[in-house]
T-cell receptor, first 111, second 115 residues
Framework: GQQLNQSPQSMFIQEGEDVSMNCTSS?????WLWYKQDPGEGPVLLIA?????ELTSNGRLTAQFGITRKDSFLNISASIPSDVGIYFC???????????FGKGTRLSVIA | DSGVTQTPKHLITATGQRVTLRCSPR?????VYWYQQSLDQGLQFLIQ???????AKGNILERFSAQQFPDLHSELNLSSLELGDSALYFC??????????????FGNGTRLTVT
């Protein structure tokens, strides 16, 4: 089945630093999504990307849908303590196929 | 608040037992998905329902089953429980699964502990 490789697995950064994480696949996707999971809660949608090459921002978050359709990245600028959590990428080919999730990037922010 | 409601929040039971997890989707969403999240694992897709009918099946064990009722709520039944079934079980919903710009919204999960 399709798999998403998400990196890095974990990151420790200083408050105020910028963060970058990415997701790659051996096959193409028509949709890339980025979710964040806080401890004890379900994943929350951060950004959805629907077109190859698309660059979308949500506050301090920016994500891009790779031109090849096989990758996506998420950047967080000027990190703050509440950015702590696990960030998941997810891909889909059509609404009739379930989302495929990466294994997540665990972000820790040191104040 | 995603609008997806899952009950119970926590469940502790013994091996060999059977449990039922419940999910109410967001208002207006017709599709329900179940995912399993084990320690150090990502979200593993189990099964999807759309308007009462099974739409897609993932890595769901034969000991597990699910259904979606006419009021669109869904139940995931786990039977003959084993220690390895301990995990977080998430339900998600979406409006129209045939449209890929209808993203999933997740509930806060049920944490199942099998002892």
């Amino acid at each position: 089945g399709q798999q998403l490789n998400q990196s890095p697995q974990s990151m420790f950064i200083q408050e105020g630093e910028d963060v970058s994480m990415n997701c790659t696949s051996s096959s193409i996707f028509n949709t890339w999504l980025w979710y964040k999971q806080d401890p004890g809660e379900g994943p929350v949608l951060l950004i959805a990307l629907y077109k190859a090459g698309e660059l979308t921002s949500n506050g301090r978050l920016t994500a891009q849908f790779g031109i090849t359709r096989k990758d996506s990245f998420l950047n967080i600028s000027a990190s703050i303590p509440s950015d702590v959590g696990i960030y998941f990428c997810a891909g889909a080919n059509s609404g009739n196929t379930p989302l495929v999730f990466g294994k997540g990037t665990r972000l820790s922010v040191i104040a | 608040d995603s609008g997806v409601t899952q009950t119970p929040k926590h469940l502790i039971t013994a091996t060999g037992q059977r449990v039922t997890l419940r999910c109410s989707p967001r208002s207006g969403d017709l599709s329900v998905y179940w995912y399993q999240q084990s320690l150090d694992q990502g979200l593993q897709f189990l099964i999807q329902y759309y308007n009462g009918e099974e739409r897609a099946k993932g890595n769901i064990l034969e000991r597990f089953s699910a259904q979606q009722f006419p009021d669109l709520h869904s139940e995931l039944n786990l039977s003959s429980l084993e220690l390895g079934d301990s995990a977080l079980y998430f339900c998600a919903s979406s409006k129209d699964p045939s449209s890929y710009n209808s993203p999933l919204h997740f509930g806060n999960g049920t944490r199942l502990t099998v002892t």
